[in-house]
């Protein structure tokens, strides 16, 4: 159960972070409003909090974290900017998750 807790907060996480920079990349690439920047600031105020929860050492779950953020990345390339991604893509995610999963999962005895 800590697995799955543990993976489903990654996600929430990463959305919060990859949508906390998409909307001032809209404002400054797109000539979107510059209110984009408040829901951006509050998306990653979130992302910080949701980094928080994790009850391990934090260089740890910052590290595992990339692994997730990657996956979310790729999905978002796919499902916002319309970029089918490649099976490379694809297969450097799945690297990434199994980092992830190395990192977060391993037995410690400390």
Do not use: Q
């Amino acid at each position: 159960m800590l697995e799955i807790k543990t993976i489903l907060l990654f996600l929430l996480t990463a959305v919060a972070e990859i949508v906390g920079c998409y909307l001032p990349y809209l404002w400054l690439t797109k000539g979107k409003s510059v209110w984009l920047l408040v829901p951006a600031g509050l998306s990653l105020a979130l992302f910080a909090w949701l980094l928080s929860l994790h009850p391990t050492a934090a260089g740890r779950v910052y590290a595992a974290y990339g692994g997730v953020y990657i996956f979310v990345a790729i999905l978002w390339l796919w499902a916002v900017d319309g970029i089918r991604p490649t099976a490379w893509d694809l297969v450097g995610s799945a690297v990434a998750l199994v980092g992830m999963s190395i990192i977060m999962f391993a037995p410690r005895n400390a």
